[in-house]
């Protein structure tokens, strides 16, 4: 018999209305655990209550708030691989990867710890003679975290860390494919010394719990990641409030392969990219667009690499590949495929179902060839262990596929030529974009987000962060009677 897990609401673990099973996607017999879900009526008290904590955690000193972070952080880089193995126990992917995810999760909290101190404003003088101006950033209230599944842990600290670090109320849903890793990280901000209410944890569906937060009007800012369908219905339902929003959907990213490129490099780069996570990254390099002079020996490479990745139990050593997340998403990575092919696109190898020794939801990384832009394949967020190679004649075919999308997240290439590189970083329209990188991969201290499909509102992390959880004050100030 396992205790449920419950939510954590008003400074206090509560039980909801029902409750969800948790399985571990390597081993359908392990048993994460059960998971209770919000009422409609624990929503409610979650939010009354995290408007007056905001208002007492507005008024902490600096130094206060930035302990409490520092004090978040510190324990999720200690306890790194034992929360890494919860949460490849309940995502999937290879401990290594999750327990990467803790750590860095954790100096997400760490860096905004530091950004507590330094939340500096800017003055200015009045055009009206005698009078100044003193312009400075205060918080925006009670913030609606609403996080994925493929990374539980790093989504959802990169929003909770700075909503508090500038004085807000958190209310995190996390999604209910990966709950054990939330309440992991709720244990540890239950800790603190914070306001009562001032952080919630509130477990349940997205088309209930989550329409419900995001069309409150007792929500002050949401920030979302998730699918583009889901973040449309946000953005609407936001709107009728006029709730300050900000999300991150995906995206269907190229890493262009140049004739001068070290191909060695070029593919451990595509294969890294592709199918890291299990190629459920929304920075994933879903579409690699190649130069026609090295297509065939980075295609031969490339598909000796994939079949050569191990796919196993995400708990096992030496797993390169985990499971895919749930029976939907494999459900839907086995149409792309059937699609791929009824479009005309070759499976070079892998993309089938694989049976193990445990009973979970495996896939081989599978490789499209002869692909054009044009397939469904290239255009759709697969979220799949699948790539897919485009052959282009030159480097103005090459970024004329990539920018050809309606996502815009991050973008690659390889290249030893440093002319068409610069021209590639300044012409390609996505948020990021790296030379001789991954197209996955980003650091905590700078922006991340991107264009089109693929983000909508203010960038996320780094000093960026504070555009969206804080909303300005310029202030007059006239010494009254002159001297
Ligand atoms: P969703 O967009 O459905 O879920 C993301 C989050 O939003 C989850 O917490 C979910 O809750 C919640 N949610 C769902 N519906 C609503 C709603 N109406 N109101 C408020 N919150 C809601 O993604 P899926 O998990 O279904 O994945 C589907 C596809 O989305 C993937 O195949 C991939 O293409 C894309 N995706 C992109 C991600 C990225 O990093 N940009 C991350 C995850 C998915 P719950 O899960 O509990 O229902």
Redesign the pocket.
């Known amino acids: 018999m396992t205790d449920t897990k419950l939510n954590y609401i008003a400074g206090a673990w509560t039980k909801g209305i029902s409750e969800i099973e948790n399985r571990n996607p390597s081993d359908l017999s392990d048993l994460v655990g059960m998971f209770t879900q919000a009422s409609p009526d624990d929503l409610q008290r979650t939010l009354d209550q995290a408007r007056v904590a905001q208002a007492e955690w507005a008024a902490y000193g600096m130094e206060r708030k930035q302990a409490v972070l520092m004090s978040i952080g510190n324990e999720m880089m200690e306890r790194a691989e034992e929360l890494g193995i919860l949460l490849s126990r309940e995502e999937g992917k290879p401990i290594a990867e999750g327990k990467g995810e803790v750590y860095r999760a954790g100096q997400f909290f760490t860096y905004y710890a530091a950004e507590c101190l330094r939340q500096l404003g800017e003055n200015a003088d009045s055009v009206r003679e005698g009078v100044e101006i003193d312009i400075r950033r205060e918080p925006v209230g009670v913030v609606a975290v609403?996080?994925?599944?493929?990374?539980p842990t790093a989504?959802a600290s990169w929003k909770i860390a700075p909503a508090l670090c500038y004085g807000n109320a958190v209310v995190w849903?996390?999604?209910?494919?990966t709950p054990a890793s939330a309440v992991a990280l709720t244990e540890i901000i239950a800790k603190q010394d914070v306001p009562k209410g001032l952080f919630s944890l509130v477990m349940?569906?997205?088309?209930t719990i989550?329409?419900q937060?995001?069309e409150s009007p007792k929500v002050d800012a949401i920030s979302?990641?998730?699918?583009?369908?889901?973040?449309k219905?946000?953005a609407a339902?936001a709107i009728q409030n006029l709730t300050k929003v900000q999300m991150?959907?995906?995206?269907k990213n190229a890493l262009a392969v140049m004739d001068d490129a070290d191909l060695d490099l070029a593919v451990t780069l595509a294969l890294g990219g592709a199918f890291g996570g299990t190629g459920?990254?929304?920075t994933a390099s879903s579409r690699l667009v190649v130069h026609a002079d090295i297509h065939d020996a980075f295609v031969e490479k490339l598909v000796a690499g994939a079949k050569a990745m191990k796919v196993g139990h995400g708990q096992s050593d030496g797993t390169q590949l985990g499971p895919v997340v749930s029976a939907?998403?494999l459900k839907?990575n086995l149409a792309y495929v059937e699609l791929g092919l009824s479009e005309g696109a070759e499976l070079a190898c892998g993309g089938v179902r694989l049976d193990m020794e445990h009973d979970g939801f495996y896939m081989s990384p599978g490789v499209f060839v002869n692909t054009n832009n044009d397939m469904r394949i290239n255009r759709e967020?697969?979220?799949?262990p699948l790539t897919c190679v485009i052959k282009v004649a030159s480097y103005e075919e090459a970024l004329a596929v990539v920018n050809d999308t309606n996502f815009g997240l991050t973008s690659g290439i390889v290249t030893q030529n440093l002319a068409r590189a610069t021209h590639f970083r300044r012409n390609a329209r996505t948020g990021v974009v790296t030379v001789n990188l991954p197209t996955a991969g980003t650091d905590y201290h700078v922006p991340f987000g991107g264009r089109g499909d693929s983000s909508y509102g203010s960038r996320e992390q780094g000093k960026a962060a504070a555009e969206f959880y804080t909303t300005v004050k310029t202030a007059y100030i006239s010494a009254g009677t002159p001297l």
């Open positions: 609403i996080s994925p599944w493929n990374f989504t849903k996390p999604a209910n494919a349940g569906s997205g088309g989550g329409q937060m995001v979302f990641t998730g699918s583009v369908p889901v973040g219905g946000i339902a991150e959907m995906g995206s459920q990254k929304c939907q998403q839907e967020e697969m979220f799949a």
